[in-house]
Each structure stands twice: as C-alpha cells, then as structure tokens.
C-alpha cells in the first residue's frame, strides 16, 4: 500500500496546541540543546517565532512535523540568508518522506522570502538529519567542536548551509 504525501501548509495560531505537543513528543538530546520540556509547557509560539515562521507538515488532517524557518540575524546586511531553526517528525511518520517535503517546502519558501542562501546548525551525533541535508544539497562550513555539553558528553555543533 503506498504511503501518502503529507500536505505542506504555512502554520496557523489555531497550529499552537498540536505543535507544542509534538515538540514535546518528539524531543531528544539527539537534537536539542534545552533541557528536556517540564510542565507548565510554554506557549510553542513566542517573541521570535510565530506562525509565520513555521510550515506544518499533514497526513490525513493530523499535523506529522513542522519545519521553522527564520533569519539567522537581526542585521540588515544578513536579510538574504535564512536559517532553519527547528525539524520536527513524529514518531509514527518517521521513514515516510515528511522530513524531506517540509525540507523542501522550507527552501521553496526561503526563495519566495527573497533568500539567496539558507543555513542550519546540527548536532554531530544526529546522523539521520545530517545525512537528509546533505542529500538535499546542504554543506558542512563549519564545526564547532565540542560546542555542548548534553547528558555528560561534549557534542560537536555542525554548521552546515546552501546558496538557493
């Protein structure tokens, strides 16, 4: 039976509930440099970044990832690069394509943005994501090593980017 496509759409405020949830859900020090989310849960919307700066990515009407989508700096000599700043899949989507669409769908979005060049930074342990950009055209320009110190282990900041 064939997998289907996830639909890519801009974030709602509606998004916000769902969002936060699988942020929670999907989180891991694989990825994330925060500690891991306690309750209360902050609002997943905040100061800087709303749902203008996030895609969702859907299955079925249930929201599966999410892709955020920035400017690295408040510079207006940076204004051509974006930066991604967060990918998240849930679990059950994993393997199905939906990282790659809201990848996709990112850098589509970037260029409409007025973007000539797009950057993210990627923890080294994290195989699997870095392995995704880097089949979508994405270089390593820089290492940081031992950038961070997460779960007793110091972990390598990958800084990788693109020209669009």
Do not use: K
Request: net charge neutral; proline share 11%.
């Amino acid at each position: 039976m064939p997998v289907p496509y996830p639909s890519i759409r801009p974030a709602r405020p509606g998004d916000e509930e769902s969002l936060g949830r699988l942020d929670r859900a999907t989180w891991s020090p694989l990825h994330s440099v925060q500690p891991r989310p306690q309750e209360p849960h902050p609002p997943f919307f905040g100061e800087r970044s709303g749902p203008r700066d996030h895609l969702v990515a859907e299955l079925d009407g249930t929201v599966v990832g999410y892709i955020r989508l920035a400017l690295p700096t408040p510079l207006a000599c940076n204004t051509h690069v974006r930066q991604i700043q967060g990918l998240a899949v849930a679990d059950e989507a994993r393997g199905t394509g939906v990282g790659r669409a809201l990848l996709r769908a990112c850098l589509d979005e970037a260029r409409r943005r007025g973007a000539r060049r797009i950057t993210l930074r990627v923890l080294g342990p994290n195989a699997p994501a870095r392995r995704l950009y880097e089949s979508e055209g994405f270089a390593v320009e820089g290492v940081l090593p031992g950038e961070f110190l997460i779960d007793g282990a110091y972990v390598d900041d990958v800084l990788m980017g693109r020209p669009l």
